[in-house]
Every structure is written in structure tokens, then in C-alpha cells.
């Protein structure tokens, strides 16, 4: 918990303090927090809480950005599924519709084979489409992954380290006044396998700056730790409150 405490400080800290340079621009804050939980009892005792916040920073061409997700479940009292994310982006806009993109990414996930996952990466990207509709954004560049097993594998690694390439795509499209939809779609692919993650969502406002939103997250692995599966799905109902 500590270890987890001091990574998500430090990453806010970075991103509050990054860049520090001075522009004659306004600076533009811009975020989100999301929390969902169901509870059920009787025949069975479930509970689950699914919580996200995310904040960016926006002064001159800089553009600074964290994101954390927390996810636990408990079934009939034993823990079913604990995940915990963080990542930190920055932006450097070179034209128009040009920019240049860096992100750090680790994932703590209890169920999956793993003690932790990290992947760091640099790259070029392109503002396709941003009106009043929506926009898409796309990047592409190489990454550095470093991820650590529960179990030696039957290499006998513990750790293991690759280079990889990184493909993104992030679309907004506004369905009207009050709603919206979004779609995260990722690939890393490294020489011991290939990341597929996608974040599918449909928001609508409530009021003021409540919104409901149900998602479906993706996250396919080509080639996982023994005993476990490659993908993992999640339909979640959550509350956004955007500020």
C-alpha cells in the first residue's frame, strides 16, 4: 500500500509542477473523476468498486496529463480482483496538428501472474479529426517494458525486459448536447507478446456536471503466465463528475 501511496503522489506531484516554464497563454485545467460500487447479498455477497480520476494540464505547446484507476471486487468475502493503474502523459505540440508524445504506465494487477507491469515510450502524434463533433487522435512510436512474474517462467525469468512498438488511437465523438462517445484503443507488441487493450464508453449528462456513463474495457494478452487467461473484460456502470 505504501508502494502504491508514493508512486500516485509522486506521478500527481509531476504532473502539478510540470512544465514549469511560463507562457503569455492562459493555463487550462481539465478532468474527470469516476466512482461505481454494487453490493448484493442474500444467496451470494458480492461487492465491487470501480474508481478513475483523470486531470491534464494544458500551458503554451506543453501539455501534461494523470490518470489513476483503482478496481476491487470480493466475493462471499474472499478478494476476487484488485487492480490498480497509473499513468503519466506529456505533450509538446509541434504544428497544428502535430505533437510530440511521451507516457509512463504501471499496472499492479493481483490476478493476473504478474507483481507489476510497466511500460515507458516516446512518440509522434496526429491530431486527425477535433471540431464541435468530436476529434481523433493517433500515435505511434517505441517503448520500453519491463514486467515482473509472480513465478519464473519456464525460461526460469522472474523479470522480464523488451523493447516494443506503440500504436494508440483516442476518439471522442459528441452524440448531441448531453452525450458522448469514447473509445481508448491500444497496442503494444513486444518480441514475448502482444498487448491489446481497448476502453469503450457512452456518457450522458445528468445534471450541471454529473454525468452516467457505462463502459466495456478490453485487455488481450497474447502469450500470459500459466494458469492465467489472456483476456480480461469489464462492463462497468459508473458517476462521472467533470471539472
Do not use: C
Not at 508512486?7 to 506531484?13: D, F, I
Not at 504532473?15 to 507562457?23: G, N, R, T
Not at 501534461?64 to 487492480?83: F, I, N, P
Request: hydrophobic share 35%; aromatic share 10%.
Amino acid at each position: 500500500m505504501m508502494k502504491k501511496t508514493l508512486l500516485a503522489t509522486s506521478l500527481l506531484s509531476s504532473a502539478l509542477i510540470l512544465p514549469s516554464m511560463s507562457f503569455a497563454e492562459d493555463v487550462t485545467w481539465d478532468g474527470n473523476a469516476e466512482l461505481g460500487f454494487i453490493q448484493t447479498s442474500g444467496n451470494s455477497d458480492t461487492q465491487s468498486l470501480n474508481s478513475k480520476f483523470k486531470v491534464s494540464r494544458e500551458e503554451g505547446p506543453f501539455k501534461s496529463g494523470l490518470r489513476l484507476v483503482a478496481l476491487t471486487s470480493e466475493e462471499s468475502g474472499e478478494r476476487s480482483k484488485e487492480k490498480y493503474l497509473a499513468a503519466l502523459k506529456f505533450d509538446y505540440a509541434i504544428g497544428d496538428k502535430d505533437y510530440l508524445t511521451s507516457q509512463a504506465l504501471y499496472e499492479d494487477d493481483r490476478f493476473n501472474g504478474y507483481q507489476y507491469q510497466s511500460t515507458t515510450s516516446v512518440g509522434y502524434g496526429y491530431h486527425a479529426w477535433e471540431d464541435e463533433n468530436g476529434k481523433l487522435d493517433l500515435e505511434a512510436g517505441p517503448g520500453y517494458r519491463r514486467d515482473a512474474l509472480e513465478d519464473r517462467n519456464e525460461d526460469g525469468d522472474k523479470v522480464i525486459e523488451e523493447a516494443v512498438a506503440r500504436l494508440s488511437l483516442d476518439l471522442l465523438v459528441n452524440l448531441g448536447e448531453s452525450a458522448k462517445f469514447t473509445e481508448a484503443f491500444t497496442v503494444e507488441a513486444g518480441d514475448s507478446k502482444t498487448v491489446y487493450t481497448s476502453d469503450m464508453g457512452l456518457q450522458s449528462t445528468l445534471t450541471g456536471s454529473l454525468a452516467m456513463k457505462i463502459s466495456y474495457e478490453v485487455k488481450h494478452t497474447t502469450d500470459v503466465p500459466e494458469g492465467t487467461k489472456n483476456t480480461d473484460s469489464l462492463v462497468g456502470i459508473t458517476l462521472v463528475y467533470d471539472f
